[in-house]
């Protein structure tokens, strides 16, 4: 049986959700297999106003999703490599899966407690365009 490369990707404004993700991931995992957990900084929502963010400030944003994502890692008992990104949350999450080699990526449903379920926007532009098999945790 040939080894995989899984990741994980998470958002850190719902902690919940992340842990219950990576614990997915690590019940996914096989021996040798290779676990990786991200997160995107994603642009503001006025892209207008991110010529005046200043480095400093997204810094601290980035310092702050990287201790985030190690205690969310940690409390659902993943060891993998951590990366903190940072663009369009699709576009990111894509180019990762594609630079790591990812063989599956897990994500969770928008909003996964609603009745009619739909998918986000960014979890429908990485199951259309993932270049390998895509889980999503409801």
Request: proline share 4%; net charge negative; aromatic share 6%.
């Amino acid at each position: 049986m040939s080894t995989r490369t899984l990741l994980a990707l998470v958002d850190i404004a719902h902690p919940d959700n992340a842990v219950t993700l990576c614990r997915e991931a690590v019940l996914q995992q096989r021996p040798g297999d290779t676990l990786h957990v991200a997160y995107v900084m994603p642009y503001g929502h006025y892209s207008y106003v991110e010529p005046f963010v200043s480095e400093d400030s997204i810094k601290a944003a980035a310092e702050r999703a990287h201790r985030e994502l190690g205690e969310i890692a940690k409390e659902a008992g993943l060891e993998a490599s951590e990366h903190v990104l940072r663009g369009g949350v699709g576009e990111q999450a894509l180019l990762l899966a594609e630079k790591i080699g990812a063989d599956l990526v897990l994500l969770n449903a928008h909003r996964p407690d609603v009745r009619h379920h739909t998918l986000g926007s960014y979890a429908t532009q990485i199951i259309r365009h993932a270049s390998c098999s895509v889980f999503l945790k409801r």
